[in-house]
C-alpha cells in the first residue's frame, strides 16, 4: 500500500508561482515513477507531468517551459514547481504513483486556483 499527501494549493494571480509537494510512504520511492495529474471543473483529468526513477521527465505541451517537476528520494518526496500560472491552470491537482510492481495510488489532490 502506498499513501500520498500533496500538499501546497492554494490561490495565486495570474503570472505567479506555485509550489506543490507530494509525501509518499509504503513503498521503496526511489523506484515508482511518480506523476502529477490535474482536473478542472467539469473536465476529466488530465496528465500534468511525470518523472521516473531515473529522473527523466515528460510534460503535456500545455505546461511544458512553465512547470518542473522533480524529486527528492532521500524524502519520498516529489515536487510541482509551477511558473507563469493562468487561469486555465485552475484545478484539482493529484500526485499518482506507479510502483514497480504495476500499481498506480493516488494522493487526495490539494485546489490551485489562479486568479486575474
Known amino acids: 500500500q502506498v499513501q500520498l499527501v500533496e500538499s501546497g494549493g492554494g490561490l495565486v494571480q495570474a503570472g505567479g508561482p506555485l509550489r506543490l509537494s507530494c509525501a509518499a510512504s509504503?513503498?521503496?520511492?526511489?523506484?515508482?515513477?511518480m506523476y502529477w495529474h490535474r482536473q478542472a471543473p467539469g473536465k476529466q483529468r488530465e496528465f500534468v507531468a511525470n518523472i521516473d526513477s531515473s529522473g527523466r521527465t515528460n510534460y503535456s505541451n500545455s505546461v511544458r517551459g512553465r512547470f518542473t517537476i522533480s524529486r527528492e528520494n532521500a524524502k519520498n518526496t516529489v515536487y510541482l514547481q509551477m511558473n507563469s500560472l493562468k487561469p486555465e491552470d485552475t484545478a484539482v491537482y493529484y500526485c499518482?504513483?506507479?510502483?514497480?510492481?504495476?500499481?498506480?495510488?493516488w494522493g487526495q489532490g490539494t485546489q490551485v486556483t489562479v486568479s486575474l
Open positions: 499518482a504513483a506507479l510502483t514497480a510492481f504495476g500499481r498506480t495510488y
Open positions: 509504503g513503498s521503496i520511492f526511489s523506484s515508482n515513477v
